[in-house]
């Protein structure tokens, strides 16, 4: 084990990111952190991570994504004076759409889109709101103020405020009373090289309609699937490019 | 006056302790485990800075393996359980981080959202090999598998 108190504030600094230096004059360096060989478990910029929903493969009474993402990540069953279906977490919902001409109705989840250029992030007055090298859209609660902007800003009311307080959570997922969570595309399982819990839920019931995988890599089985099939984006006469997209809507 | 009296509670902390020879000085609970490398001096006085630097490389940067301070970490050792042999919460004053910071009058917040107990759910705490089923690794095999069965059926 390496010893914290022998290390210099340069050294923490450089077990936390990798760093280049650069010396520019006499004195004056510049340092760069990042690059993804340097260490394969951390966030990679080489990826983005997303989803890739098939309307026609989801079935209408299944919502085995959203239970496997209660369990998961430990929301909804907050109860508390607050409680009610409109103070309720939702980082997951089932959609139903139907046309109003055929009457064709489909259904879907639809969670935090993971959106490339993220209106949350953009509004968000303390920097709490963010998004990582991957692509993968999170909420730092340890510096969230529960101003709520970011609920207002996301068009895909992805994102909720935690009105009670929470016991004893998930190691999974810290959550708390008074700042806003959403899906987290299941970070904690990502980071270790596992699929999120909604892939894995909906692969066991048998319907295996969302496909995850990474969209920076053309060989994987959803660039290849995005390339060749149409799909959609949500909303996509907003331009956020979300990482989640949508066939047979 | 906060800070003389953390400063003080520290100075305290750092005398070895024993409940009866230092009257009134919280008794730090016993833990288990490797002890620290830099002592339980060092821990004392920088625990926050620690949690607060790792806290940001895994939030952050994703950094998942190379975490020492980590809440779910300092459980596995400090731990208090009650009568019935149930390590007791935040809610308890006999919890690890409450015996100090009960003394010092500093309230941590780390609670509201992170569970003062160890868990159970062990399952995503290693890096994932390619032989568990939930893996990336062999969620891509079984795409590729389903792939060419298809390709066969179509042929
Ligand atoms: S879907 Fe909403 S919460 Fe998620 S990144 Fe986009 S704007 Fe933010
Ligand atoms: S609620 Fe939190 S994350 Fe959302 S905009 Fe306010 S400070 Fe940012």
Not at chain 1, 67 to 80: I, P, S
Not at chain 1, 115 to 122: A, F, I, K, R
Not at chain 1, 174 to 181: C, D, I, Q
Request: charged share 25%.
């Amino acid at each position: 084990m390496t010893n914290r108190a022998e290390m210099t504030r340069r050294d923490i600094l450089k077990s936390g990111a990798a760093v280049a230096t650069l010396t520019l004059a006499p004195g004056v360096t510049l340092m760069t952190f990042g690059g993804s060989e340097a260490n394969a478990a951390r966030a990679d910029a080489g990826k983005r991570w997303g989803l890739l929903i098939d309307a026609n493969k989801c079935a209408a009474d299944c919502s085995a994504c959203v239970t496997a993402c209660k369990t998961e990540n430990g929301w909804g069953n907050d109860g508390g004076e607050h409680s009610g279906p409109e103070t309720e977490s939702a980082w997951i919902r089932k959609v139903t759409l139907r046309d109003k001409h055929t009457g064709r109705q489909v259904s879907a989840p639809v969670m935090c889109q993971h959106c490339e250029s993220p209106p949350c992030v953009d509004v968000c007055p303390t920097g709490a709101s963010m998004q990582r090298v991957d692509g993968i859209v999170l909420v730092d609660k340890h510096i969230c103020i529960g101003c709520r902007y970011c609920m207002m800003a996301c068009p895909f009311k992805a994102r909720s405020f935690v009105h009670s307080d929470v016991p004893e959570q998930s190691v999974n997922a810290p959550r708390g009373k008074g700042v806003v969570e959403s899906c987290t595309l299941c970070v904690h399982r990502v980071d270790r090289g596992r699929i999120p819990a909604c892939v894995e839920a909906c692969e066991a019931s048998g319907n295996s309609a969302i496909l995850f995988g990474d969209l920076k890599d053309p060989e994987s089985p959803i660039s290849r699937a995005l390339k060749q099939y149409s799909s959609i984006a949500l909303r996509a006469d907003l331009e956020l490019n979300p990482g989640v997209r949508y066939q047979n809507l | 006056m906060r800070l003389i009296l953390a400063f003080l509670v520290l100075l305290g902390l750092s005398l070895p302790l024993h409940a009866d020879d230092h009257e009134g000085l919280p008794a730090v609970p016993k833990a288990t485990g490797e002890p620290h490398p830099e002592g339980n001096e060092y821990w004392r006085k920088n625990h926050m800075t620690l949690l607060l630097h790792d806290r940001d490389l895994t939030l952050r940067e994703g950094e998942r393996e190379d975490i020492r301070a980590s809440l779910e970490s300092c459980f596995d050792c400090h731990t208090v359980k009650d009568e019935a042999g149930e390590a007791v919460t935040i809610e308890d004053e006999r919890h690890f981080c409450r015996v100090c910071h009960d003394y010092a009058a500093v309230k941590p917040d780390c609670f509201t959202c992170h569970r003062s107990t160890p868990s159970d759910n062990v399952a995503n705490r290693l890096m994932a090999t390619p032989e568990e089923p939930n893996s990336i690794a062999a969620y891509l095999e079984r795409l590729k598998a389903l792939e060419a069965d298809e390709s066969e059926a179509s042929q």
